[in-house]
């Protein structure tokens, strides 16, 4: 068995080695997901799901992991977070429906498609269930690539993003977990998340973006730290144009370490948003594959259970590249730097016939991050940082009722009692680890 190293607290405060096998990763993929379509010429396109999973079934990473068909969000729970009248609008959208200026939706990057409020459940129950499994302890690292949408707004959509499970997914964590921490590595800044916490103690929100007057969403200015009981727990780390690798681990690293250290979390929400490679259609960083998986394997590194989710990402090929290697990372089996695509893959022309995962992408801007920018920018995060109160205190009630597995049992006690294996039953099975082996293997 793989071995890992786990940090306990001691009584006096210290911490302390015990060693354990390795972490049990729930994976949650739903086929569905991937058909919906945002139009012709609009840069998201869910297909990119469909990619990734082929990836992490063609190198067999399903072998390592716990594969769950998803549960998909009630309105009910999507309400935990939006308003009503918004979530009732979303559900009944058609092609029928004109555009709301009121709710941000068929103007400018939102626009309507078929079955919306379908996608938007998907992905979304995706991110609840896999908090309901860390509440649970049922794993210890849960992964949906189809959520991170993170620019969405309590009344209103944005930036493509319709419902944000990110939010849900953190209030589910809530329950159980006195502090949660969300990290964002997507090259926008993840607004929505930011602003849905920016004045509560128990979510600390840390986010790495490019910053510009004129690049959406247009907020993350290092001094937007929150505000009342949220002041300093709002984490923003603006970057230039073109930075590479090493310049983004160095402040990534140190800025993840000190949250850690100081705010102490329970659980950590990891956005992985592809768009902050070198080459995206949208992105304006020259990250590579390995620079992006490094983050990730960071802050696995830290023992918490942690939510991976996914989120932008606009060239779809490397977008499928980045996540099946991440998801690679995160069962502790990462690909080798020379590993290539399997030619089996019902996708591969998508590849164009680069079949390396770590293919080396080509940077479209120069890296305007100087050497005195990085500092002044690190130093103002940290003295920040200095300013949180160490692991704040939260009192702690009656924890309430998981919503999905009260639904689960009630379906179970509505079955038929002929019926061997309803289909609530079913949802809940887990393939065997040799289910897709051939009787040679």
Not at 201 to 224: A, I, K, M, Q, Y
Not at 282 to 298: E, R
Request: charge should be negative; include cysteine.
């Amino acid at each position: 068995a793989v071995v890992v190293v786990v940090w306990l607290w001691t009584m006096e405060g210290e911490r302390t080695k015990e060693t354990q096998e390795s972490k049990v990763v729930a994976y949650f993929y739903d086929e569905d997901v991937s058909n919906f379509h945002f139009g012709r010429k609009h840069p998201m396109k869910p297909h990119r799901l469909a990619l990734t999973n082929t990836l992490v079934m063609e190198f067999e990473l399903y072998k390592k992991m716990q594969v769950y068909r998803p549960y998909r969000a009630t309105p009910q729970e999507i309400g935990m977070f939006h308003s009503r009248d918004y979530v009732q609008f979303l559900q009944r959208l058609n092609f029928t429906t004109k555009d709301s200026q009121k709710f941000a939706v068929g103007v400018n990057d939102c626009p309507i498609f078929d079955g919306l409020f379908d996608f938007c459940s998907m992905y979304t129950g995706a991110s609840l269930e896999g908090a309901q499994k860390l509440n649970a302890q049922q794993c210890d690292i849960a992964i949906n690539w189809a959520g991170g949408l993170h620019h969405a707004k309590k009344f209103t959509a944005s930036g493509f993003c319709y419902v944000n499970d990110i939010v849900i997914a953190i209030l589910e964590l809530l329950k159980c977990h006195p502090r949660v921490m969300y990290i964002d590595i997507d090259v926008h800044h993840g607004d929505g998340v930011e602003e849905a916490f920016f004045t509560t103690d128990r979510v600390l929100t840390v986010s790495f973006h490019l910053f510009r007057e004129e690049f959406f969403p247009g907020t993350g200015d290092v001094f937007e730290i929150g505000h009342g009981r949220g002041k300093y727990y709002s984490v923003n780390v603006p970057i230039k144009l073109g930075i590479s690798d090493e310049a983004y681990l160095r402040l990534f690293k140190p800025v993840i370490e000190k949250c850690i250290s100081v705010y102490q979390p329970s659980a950590i929400v990891l956005q992985c948003g592809a768009d902050s490679l070198a080459s995206d259609r949208l992105g304006c960083f020259n990250m590579s594959f390995a620079g992006h998986g490094a983050c990730v394997d960071f802050v696995k590194s830290f023992d918490i259970p942690l939510l991976v989710l996914g989120g932008g990402g606009y060239t779809v090929r490397n977008v499928a590249r980045c996540w099946a290697n991440e998801t690679s990372i995160l069962v502790g089996d990462p690909l080798e730097e020379d590993a290539t695509l399997p030619l089996s893959s019902v996708y591969t022309d998508f590849f164009r016939g680069d079949f390396k995962v770590h293919t080396k992408l080509v940077p479209k801007y120069e890296n305007q991050n100087s050497e005195k920018y990085l500092t002044k920018v690190l130093s103002q995060v940290l003295y920040h940082l200095s300013q949180l109160e160490t692991a704040p205190s939260v009192p702690m009630d009656e924890i309430p009722p998981d919503s999905l597995l009260a639904d689960y049992k009630r379906e179970l006690d509505e079955a038929d009692p002929d019926d061997r294996f309803p289909t609530a039953e079913q949802d809940q099975h887990i393939e065997a680890k040799n289910e897709l082996e051939s009787e040679s293997g």
